[in-house]
């Protein structure tokens, strides 16, 4: 266990919704990240939050954002989804240093 | 920029056997490379990190890498396979403290009897 938690799980939506994924990260983590992981594309870089403020950004859609709140958790939103936004979708914490540790990911299916 | 290759999608041994996942990096800036293992619906555990201090790197379960600055490597490597062992593993490298990381395409790990 990370002590990463991400939720919902699993879930399963229809093209042309919008979607919110939660993650709190580890205690006293200010750093929290999200990545998607496809068979296409592998795992790639989303975007980065920390205490609050955007630090970077990757491959990120523009149909996607993201925020950090005051208590440190993460949403991810995902909207106008389309087929190929089925993903397993992860978010990882850090403190001011070189790990992340991964929480067990969302899985979504858009039909 | 930074990029990871991991050759072999695929590397099956034999139980017992020596387990030798390949991994070469490509960055502007001194690298931190890292091995995550990822086992069927979870997600990824932190295997062993190279942060700029000993080249030779001892992880988790019985797992070990060595950087080669000289050949841009990683390998993961491991005596003896265990049929624990199984999962995906994938090489990952970022640029310091608090980055991104950027990962390879990941090797799936067989193991047999």
């Known amino acids: 266990d990370s002590g990463v938690t991400q939720t919902p799980k699993h879930l399963i939506t229809a093209t042309g919704q919008r979607v919110t994924l939660r993650c709190s990260p580890r205690?006293?983590?200010?750093?929290v990240y999200w990545y998607q992981q496809s068979l296409d594309q592998g795992l790639q870089f989303l975007i980065q939050y920390y205490n609050g403020e955007e630090r970077a950004k990757g491959n990120i859609l523009e149909r996607f954002s993201a925020q950090q709140f005051p208590d440190l958790h993460s949403e991810l939103n995902l909207s106008s989804l389309e087929l190929g936004d089925s993903a397993l979708y992860f978010c990882?914490?850090?403190?001011?240093?070189?790990?992340?540790?991964f929480g067990p990911g969302t899985r979504l299916t858009v039909l | 920029a930074q990029s990871v290759t991991q050759l072999g999608s695929h590397v099956s041994v034999s139980e017992g056997a020596l387990v030798l996942l390949r991994c070469n990096y490509s960055?502007?800036?001194?690298?931190?490379l890292f091995w995550y293992v990822q086992y069927p619906n979870q997600g990824l555990q932190l295997l062993l990190k190279y942060t700029s201090a000993a080249t030779l790197v001892k992880g988790i379960n019985g797992f070990e890498a060595e950087f080669k600055k000289s050949e841009t490597s990683f390998h993961l490597t491991k005596p003896s396979a265990h049929m624990s062992d199984a999962a995906e593993y994938f090489c990952a490298v970022s640029t310091g403290t608090a980055s991104k990381l950027t990962f390879g395409t990941g090797t799936r790990l067989q193991v047999t009897l």
């Open positions: 990882a914490s850090s403190v001011r240093t070189d790990t992340q540790y």
């Open positions: 960055s502007s800036v001194p690298p931190y």
């Open positions: 205690s006293g983590d200010l750093s």
